[in-house]
């Protein structure tokens, strides 16, 4: 059974930074992604960072690209998403992700676990 625990939302200012923390367990031989996911009310959820566990590639979408990185222990148990400069069209729930046989790294649809979300609020 795969769980997927976010830790490390909160409040900040425009231009701030925030660290979130995914604790994995569960994970398979077959799992090859761990992603953060983003939403906000009234729009799609939308994948902002993206890794392969073993290749070690990452992948962002242009609009965190820069300021978003995504890294895991070397235990492959965590996966953090560090995040700068923010803005506040940042504001919105984050949720760590993990999925089998990925091939689209940021499509959401090809991510089968997810954790509850941590909110992340950024003011101007």
């Known amino acids: 059974q795969v769980q997927l625990v976010e830790s490390g939302g909160g409040s900040v200012q425009a231009g701030g930074s925030l660290r979130l923390s995914c604790a994995a367990s569960?994970?398979?031989?077959?799992?090859?992604?761990v992603a953060w996911f983003r939403q906000a009310p009234g729009k799609e959820r939308e994948g902002v960072a993206s890794?392969?566990?073993?290749?070690?590639?990452?992948y962002y979408p242009a609009s965190v690209r820069g300021r978003f990185t995504i890294s895991q222990d070397s235990a492959k148990t965590t996966w953090s998403l560090q995040m700068n400069s923010l803005r506040p069209e940042d504001t919105a729930m984050y949720y760590c992700?993990?999925?089998?046989?990925?091939?689209?790294?940021?499509?959401?649809?090809?991510?089968?676990?997810w954790g509850q979300g941590t909110q992340v609020t950024v003011s101007s």
């Open positions: 569960g994970l398979t031989s077959s799992h090859n992604s």
């Open positions: 992700a993990a999925g089998r046989f990925v091939a689209d790294w940021l499509n959401r649809r090809e991510f089968g676990d």
């Open positions: 890794s392969d566990i073993s290749g070690g590639a990452t």
